[in-house]
């Protein structure tokens, strides 16, 4: 194959197919190339694409039957955990029953297959319909480049040229670093291990069990016992007819305290609530994956250079400052976004850094960059041992006794509070956490 490309995008997940579907629809011709047998085939993410972008790339998806996602989120719950007790924050609302929702749980393997099957539809009805490719099974060896400027893809023995390439490689850096955008790996300090189990329940008893009506559902985050003293959280996702339960563990952490993805994830399990919670469910699925950890200090050095864009988790888009895990929408806006930014290069024959610097300054414009510039202290904060041990013993402790009654004279919350305090922390380092807190949120 000769003929120049457009663009080259290399991987098929949230991002690359997001870049290639806005591609397909401004007539531009390209090579979307994926690692695994179809796209999503090595995604084993299942969580909350938040946002309302997923509208804007395939409009009334929630008309559809089987529209690739399982369930609209309008119930939100985050929850906090000692050894014996959980107490959440819990929040449900009619109004995110509205379209577009707000956010859709989705299992990433079934999710961008059908993703991709949208591109193929634009692709078809595109000027280039026999010359722009979805071709899986592919694995890229390098970015070709002629003084310091992308032109194409070596894959084995084949080249394929292009005026530009858009890396949405995820997490792995391989051709990030390959074309001097990123020195070394991510260090493993700044990188967490997502394990997941997909369970799965009659659909009656699992809609009964979450309190779900038609499709609606409910996102858990977890802090505290969830991880057995190690740093990150847990996670509880409802799905059509199974839940998605897991973890993200700091591999580092786990590493020094000589833990197993595996045993922290039965440790979870093993809490009481949790144990009710799973009860008659049936795994039907177990995966892990290396996920960053969002801190802004290990993004690339820079996110473009000539011929080159980087989008989704190649680029370090992801955060979770608290109150939700954002990344599949950061990877579908840069996908949008780059691929526009492509589009201005091709009109002005120009796709030099000097053009594709508008991708860098879109992101800034937008939520994307904003989030993570702004919720950086709060990223920090998250990962401190405070927040997943002290913090979650104290209030669980609180609550065991605020909802005890017995035959004794009941104390005043302000004097259990207190003493819940004293037993698991300190005045000086609540305040200290909570100047932080009020800071960073």
């Known amino acids: 194959m000769d003929e120049k490309f457009d663009c080259i995008i290399v991987g098929a997940g949230i991002a690359g197919l997001a870049a290639a579907m806005i591609l397909a629809?401004?007539?531009?011709?390209?090579?979307?190339?994926?690692?695994?047998?179809?796209?999503?085939?090595?995604?084993?993410?299942?969580?909350?694409?938040?946002?309302?972008?997923?509208?804007?790339?395939?409009?009334?998806y929630w008309?559809?039957?089987?529209?690739?996602?399982?369930?609209?989120?309008?119930?939100?719950r985050l929850t906090f955990m000692d050894d014996q007790s959980t107490f959440s924050i819990d929040f449900k609302s009619s109004h995110f029953n509205e379209t577009p929702y707000s956010g859709v749980v989705v299992l990433r393997s079934k999710?961008?297959?059908?993703?991709?099957?949208?591109?193929?539809?634009?692709?078809?009805?595109?000027?280039?319909?026999?010359?722009?490719?979805?071709?899986?099974?592919?694995?890229?060896?390098?970015?070709?480049?002629?003084?310091?400027k992308a032109v194409g893809i070596r894959t084995g023995d084949e080249e394929f040229h292009a005026d530009s390439v858009i890396i949405a490689e995820g997490v792995n850096n391989l051709l990030t670093r390959h074309?001097?955008?990123?020195?070394?790996?991510?260090?493993?300090?700044?990188?967490?291990?997502?394990?997941?189990?997909?369970?799965?329940?009659?659909?009656?008893?699992l809609e009964d069990r979450f309190q779900l009506d038609g499709l609606s559902g409910m996102s858990n985050e977890f802090v505290g016992f969830a991880t057995d003293g190690v740093e990150g959280g847990g996670f509880l996702y409802t799905n059509r007819d199974t839940i998605s339960l897991g973890l993200v563990a700091g591999i580092k952490d786990m590493r020094e305290k000589e833990k197993s993805p595996h045993d922290i994830l039965n440790h979870f399990k093993n809490h009481p609530v949790i144990q009710d919670t799973i009860k008659g469910g049936e795994?039907?699925?177990?995966?892990?994956?290396?996920?960053?950890?969002?801190?802004?200090?290990?993004?690339?050095?820079?996110?473009?250079?000539?011929?080159?864009?980087?989008?989704?988790e190649a680029a370090n888009l992801l955060m979770n400052a608290g109150k939700a895990i954002q990344g599949m929408d950061y990877a579908m806006r840069s996908g949008i976004l780059g691929a526009e930014t492509i589009i201005k290069a091709k009109e002005k024959g120009d796709y030099s850094s000097n053009t594709l610097k508008e991708y860098k300054k879109a992101l800034e414009d937008s939520y994307v960059l904003k989030d993570i510039n702004n919720f950086q202290d709060a990223v920090h904060m998250l990962h401190s041992p405070q927040m997943y041990q002290d913090v979650p013993n104290l209030i669980c402790d609180f609550g065991r006794k605020f909802?005890?009654?017995?035959?004794?004279?009941?104390?005043?919350?302000?004097?259990?509070m207190s003493e819940s305090i004293k037993k698991h922390s300190s005045y000086w380092d609540l305040m200290k956490l909570g100047f932080k807190g009020a800071k960073s949120l």
Not at 121 to 146: C, G, H, Q, R, W
Not at 403 to 416: A, G, N, Q, Y
């Open 403 to 416: 909802f005890t009654i017995d035959d004794e004279p009941t104390k005043k919350s302000r004097k259990l």
């Open 63 to 76: 008309k559809e039957e089987d529209g690739g996602w399982e369930r609209f989120i309008n119930h939100r």
């Open 111 to 148: 999710f961008d297959r059908w993703l991709a099957g949208k591109v193929q539809d634009a692709i078809d009805n595109s000027d280039y319909a026999m010359e722009s490719f979805i071709a899986t099974n592919i694995k890229v060896d390098e970015v070709l480049m002629e003084e310091d």
């Open 25 to 60: 629809r401004n007539n531009m011709k390209f090579l979307l190339i994926e690692k695994g047998e179809f796209a999503g085939s090595k995604n084993v993410s299942g969580g909350v694409l938040w946002g309302s972008d997923l509208a804007k790339l395939v409009p009334e």
């Open 179 to 205: 074309v001097g955008l990123q020195d070394d790996y991510v260090p493993a300090d700044h990188m967490l291990t997502g394990i997941k189990e997909v369970i799965r329940y009659d659909q009656k008893v």
């Open 283 to 312: 795994v039907v699925e177990y995966s892990a994956h290396v996920v960053s950890s969002g801190d802004k200090r290990v993004m690339p050095k820079e996110l473009y250079k000539d011929g080159i864009l980087l989008c989704g």
